[in-house]
């Protein structure tokens, strides 16, 4: 569920919203009834990364790290 509220109401509920917020929702913060911010739950991390899982995959050229020729930067390439 998403909640629109104006600045004025959002100051004076913050507690009501942060719970609607806690149980999974979301609430849109307007000022003239334009958006202009958005509270969103914070989702666990659900998976764990690890480490060496795709190594072998993804390869980076030697001259990765090498300064880029002066006709990159001159926007003539």
């Given at each position: 569920m998403?909640?629109?509220?104006?600045i004025?109401?959002?100051q004076k509920q913050l507690p009501k919203?942060?719970?609607?917020v806690t149980a999974g929702n979301e609430?849109?913060?307007?000022e003239d009834d334009k958006p202009v911010a958005k509270i969103?739950?914070?989702?666990?991390?659900?998976?764990?990364r690890i480490?060496?899982?795709n190594r072998g995959k993804i390869w980076v050229s030697d001259?990765?790290?090498d300064p880029l020729p002066d006709k990159f930067w001159m926007g003539t390439v």
């Open positions: 998403t909640k629109t509220v104006n004025g109401e959002a919203l942060l719970s609607l609430v849109i913060i307007a969103v739950p914070i989702l666990p991390h659900l998976q764990t480490a060496g899982l001259d990765f790290d």
